[in-house]
């Protein structure tokens, strides 16, 4: 259960600045409101760069005058962005840090997801209905209940040479005349009739409140790593950037050590593992009739 508790009455609204630029993670702010959430400590600032939790992303976490923000969450009742607080700050006035690591690995992630949505429109007029980002695994979910590997490849040959043509992505935002006539992927509820349109050159233009990366260069690299039916619909489970890095060296090191194992090379792999099945099938077939020779009558001797 959410509880809020006022303890600084006041009428004006944080700034999320996060919104035109993604960049910045150190910046200096007035607090405007201290509140209790779920017995915890909160602040409201006049402005601030944390990412809210919202839209599939986590939120920005990081430091208030060297006490840890634990959670920052949009105020159910105001839209005020909340960030909670792992102790007390009664500085008026605070220097804030966002921890970079994890900005920039959800900014190339949810880059990635825009690119990796739009390549599957493309290549097989499949619509993401879905996206989730967390520590462990981001996945988008397609309204397409099969796709063949081909399918597959050429919807990750394509987001990876958009990434690598370095292309612009731009924010904007909008007004409800101006949406109808855009050719966005899907048009979400606008908040005050004003939409923030997320645009990368001359391939995608989506309608998102999320922290993206300047340049899909950025994102460096992207790999699909998972295919999920869900009734209806198909989970795909992908990584970006450091996370795509940390994958390709994790699967080295295993295949690495399996080729030593198997004194094989790595194309060998998975011949020299069906070798090793059929042996072993074969062995225990063998093993099986011995067993069965020495425990029947004809088989024992007399002394
Ligand atoms: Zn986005």
């Known amino acids: 259960m959410q509880s809020f508790q006022i303890m600084l009455e006041s009428t004006l609204m944080s700034e999320r600045a996060y919104y035109e630029d ?3 993670n150190r910046f200096k702010a007035v607090v405007i409101e201290r509140l209790v959430h779920d017995g915890r400590p909160a602040l409201i600032l006049d402005r601030t ?3 809210p939790t919202s839209g599939g992303q986590p939120c920005d976490l990081g430091k208030m005058n060297d006490v840890s923000v634990v959670d920052v969450l949009v105020h ?3 839209g ?4 909670i607080l792992e102790n007390e700050v009664s500085a008026d006035q605070v220097k804030a840090v966002i921890d970079w690591q994890r900005r920039f690995d959800h900014m190339q992630h949810h880059t990635g997801q825009h690119i990796l949505s739009q390549a ?10 879905g996206f989730h980002l967390s520590p462990s695994s981001v996945t988008i979910d397609l309204d397409k209940n099969s796709l063949s590997q081909a399918q597959r490849e050429e919807a990750e040959q394509l987001a990876n040479e958009i990434i690598w043509q370095n292309r612009p992505v731009k924010a904007r935002t909008v007004n409800q005349k101006e949406i109808q006539s855009l050719p966005l992927r899907k048009i979400p509820p606008a908040r005050d009739g004003r939409l923030r349109l997320i ?9 998102c409140g999320g922290t993206h990366v300047a340049r899909t260069g950025e994102i460096g690299l992207l790999k699909i790593i998972k295919q999920e039916k869900r009734g209806e619909k198909l989970r795909i489970e992908f990584r970006c950037g450091h996370r795509a890095l940390l994958d390709y060296q994790q699967k080295h090191q295993i295949v690495t050590q399996l080729t030593t194992q198997l004194t094989t090379g790595a194309n060998e792999l998975s011949t020299a593992v069906v070798r090793l099945q059929a042996d072993n099938k074969q062995s225990h077939r063998q093993l099986k009739k011995t067993a069965r020779r020495a425990g029947s009558p004809g088989s024992t001797t007399t002394h």
């Open 76 to 78: 159910p009742q105001n």
């Open 199 to 207: 645009e990368i050159a001359d391939f995608d233009l989506t309608a």
């Open 120 to 129: 599957f429109v493309q290549i097989a007029a499949a619509e993401t209905v």
């Open 22 to 24: 993604s960049y910045t």
């Open 49 to 51: 760069y944390f990412y």
């Open 80 to 83: 005020d962005v909340l960030h």
